[in-house]
């Protein structure tokens, strides 16, 4: 489904990503683990498409509607409506946009891009609210502006909430479960993973190995200095919150 | 330069109608060098002739289709054409609130603070119209104050002169709109004064909307008695001039205004907003939020004074101002002003200039939104937060109308 051959890529002149392959298939659960500044966010911004990273070499390949694409150099919202959806790390408040007209926005770009009838505000808010029960939301977070006054927890299960409405082929999640407490994080795995299935993968970036008893990944990847060092199964990821990284630097 | 009133063109078209002008010849004429007018350019309203128009007995057919449809049909009207009062299509009798004019005499006898565009008013303002809202009175229908205009407005003057008095614990919603229509060469020099009793509730709208071509200097004077509440949102889109001075006194115990205000700017759009809160009494609040939204070489400016006198203990004092900019070209001087004498006071104030947020921006498109939709609902939120702070919904929408 991805594919990432030995990508440069840069922020305002900084080489952040070097030389990093990465290859996702579908039905695929990988987890990125990594120290403090080691390029995680960087990698997620960029197969987001996020217009101030440069890829400076390498490939990001994609399999979309009309077969296996470039990502590179395609717009944002055109990755998105093709299936990859990124929940930051640190979401984005948007004062004066509600969230419900942000979501039914989103939800009705993609439909229109795939030549699908949109949804009525009606409909919506019912199938809104139906994704909201599974990440036990309260719906007063449907009227306030996007992540405008939410705690730090909430803006994370918003994200995933974005995620249940949106359905991605591909999702990258970006520490999802920082920020968490441990009932709210199991919750949020719940909702991850009831929209887990054959057809699409996710990449989850994580500090923890906690969110990995609940998400189970099939392959765990240490990322360092912008490349990853280290692929294994789910045991590495046991072993760096023993070890942490030295042993995989050195 | 001139720089007396008396030098200036204006001064002579005016004299001619208005032969007591002349006490205010030697006043000076504002010029870019003093503070408050730093920022606007009066010397082309100083170089103009605009005659004062002549007050007119209007029929109900002299009245235009255009401003019949651009009247609310279940508001309260009372409008202005041109500057003359259009009985017409006015509301006569309401219960509760008298509607009159004030002569000439009366009208000067109230107090002036020697602001030249303000005693320039009270000389040439033909009358003075007088709205007394009886104390208690509630009445939930909106009051639309209406100044409209046309192309016969070009090259001349107007002078609005209002004095509103909400009674003891009365309620009341208000629009005062200055609408031209086909962008006449004018002239406006307005005075709104707005008195509230104890416990009276006000929410006030204005709207600014007389075209590219148009000269408007408006003030807004606003006096709170003891636990009134005064609301206000001034919508101003600009002009070649249009200067906005709005002060609210807060001379009551426990008296609270939220005031606040949008200017939407573009081509070479010009408005500047100073407003002045003034905290006199104790255990009073005041918070407001200035918006600007400025596109091509349109130019914003904000100057917001608040001034907490000694005995103004527990003030309560929020200020801001945020201007966002869609062009390189756009111009935004803003300036708060806190001046505290009180020591037991929570006071902040702040400015904040930007561009459209690339992070909102990617948010927005990470989840489809294309770019230049996602840069349509960043705009509409910035505006919505601030039209949100009109809390009544009818008033509201009202506003989305007239600015729309
Ligand atoms: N916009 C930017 N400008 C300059 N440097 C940047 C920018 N964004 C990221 N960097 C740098 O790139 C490096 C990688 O950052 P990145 O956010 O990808 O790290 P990370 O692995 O996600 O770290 P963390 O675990 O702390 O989230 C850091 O050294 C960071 O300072
Ligand atoms: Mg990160």
Redesign the interface.
């Given at each position: 489904m991805l594919n990432i051959k030995d990508l440069y890529a840069s922020v305002e002149g900084n080489q952040i990503l070097k030389g990093l392959s990465l290859s996702v298939k579908a039905g695929e659960v990988h987890a990125i683990m990594g120290p403090n500044g080691s390029g995680k966010s960087t990698l997620s911004k960029v197969v987001?498409?996020?217009?101030?990273y440069t890829v400076d070499r390498g490939s990001i390949d994609y399999e979309m509607s009309g077969g296996v694409k470039s990502l590179i150099g395609m717009?944002?919202?055109t990755?998105?409506?093709e299936g990859i959806?990124?929940a930051?790390q640190y979401?984005?408040e948007?004062?004066?946009?509600p969230t419900s007209g942000?979501l039914r926005?989103?939800?009705n770009?993609?439909c229109r891009?795939h030549g699908l009838e949109e949804m009525d505000p009606m409909d919506f808010d019912g199938f809104v609210r139906e994704k909201m029960k599974i990440l036990e939301m309260d719906d007063k977070y449907i009227d306030r502006?996007v992540n405008v006054d939410f705690s730090g927890g909430e803006k994370k299960r918003n994200e995933i909430l974005?995620m249940a409405v949106?359905n991605p082929r591909l999702a990258l999640l970006d520490e999802t479960d920082s920020g968490l407490d441990v009932d709210s994080m199991k919750i949020v795995a719940h909702g991850v993973n009831t929209l887990r299935n054959k057809r699409n993968a996710m990449i989850v970036i994580t500090h923890y190995q906690r969110l990995l008893n609940y998400i189970k990944p099939d392959v765990v990847h240490v990322l360092y200095q912008g490349r990853i060092v280290k692929t294994a199964g789910p045991e590495l990821a046991l072993e760096v919150e023993e070890r942490g990284y030295d042993w995989l630097i050195k | 330069m001139g720089s007396l009133f008396g030098e200036t063109k204006l001064f002579t078209s005016l004299n001619a109608a208005h032969k007591s002008l002349v006490a205010l010849e030697s006043l000076p004429w504002p010029s870019v060098r003093d503070d408050a007018w730093k920022y606007t350019d009066l010397s082309s309203l100083g170089g103009s002739a605009f005659s004062p128009v002549s007050e007119r007995d209007l029929k109900a057919k002299d009245i235009p289709e255009a401003l019949k449809s651009f009247l609310s049909p279940t508001g309260i009207n009372i409008v202005f054409y041109n500057g003359s009062y259009a009985g017409s299509v006015s509301s006569l009798s309401i219960e509760g609130i008298e509607i009159g004019l004030l002569n000439k005499a009366g009208a000067d006898n109230l107090p002036l603070d020697g602001f030249l565009f303000q005693t320039m008013n009270a000389v040439c303002a033909p009358f003075a119209y007088v709205i007394n809202i009886h104390p208690k009175k509630v009445e939930d229908r909106i009051l639309h104050i209406v100044h409209w205009n046309d192309k016969k407005l070009d090259h001349k003057s107007l002078f609005p002169r209002i004095f509103i008095r909400s009674g003891a614990r009365s309620i009341v919603k208000i629009v005062e709109s200055f609408f031209s229509k086909d962008e006449p060469t004018s002239f406006i020099n307005s005075m709104t004064d707005i008195q509230l009793e104890d416990r009276a509730l006000v929410e006030f709208v204005q709207v600014f909307r007389n075209g590219k071509k148009s000269m408007h200097v408006a003030s807004t004077r606003v006096t709170q008695k003891k636990e009134s509440s005064f609301r206000s949102f001034q919508f101003l889109d600009g002009g070649n001039i249009l200067r906005n001075d709005l002060k609210v006194q807060l001379n009551g115990e426990g008296a609270s205004a939220s005031v606040n205000g949008l200017h939407q700017l573009k081509g070479k759009d010009h408005a500047d907003s100073h407003t002045f809160i003034e905290h006199v009494a104790p255990n009073a609040s005041s918070d407001q939020l200035y918006k600007a939204i400025l596109d091509d070489a349109s130019h914003s400016v904000f100057h917001g004074r608040v001034y907490v006198h000694k005995d103004a203990q527990q003030t309560n004092s929020y200020q801001l101002n945020k201007n966002l900019l869609l062009s390189r070209d756009a111009r935004v001087d803003t300036k708060p002003q806190l001046e505290i004498f009180a020591d037991d006071v929570k006071c902040s104030h702040g400015a904040a200039i930007g561009q459209m947020d690339d992070e909102e921006l990617f948010y927005l498109q990470t989840r489809g939104i294309a770019k230049d939709e996602a840069v349509r609902m960043l705009v509409k939120g910035f505006i919505d937060d601030v039209v949100s702070r009109v809390k009544d919904d009818t008033l509201r929408s009202e506003l989305v109308k007239m600015v729309g």
């Open positions: 987001a498409g996020h217009p101030q717009a944002p919202e990755r998105a409506r959806f990124l930051f979401p984005v948007i004062p004066g946009v942000f926005a989103s939800y770009a993609v891009h502006a974005q949106l | -």
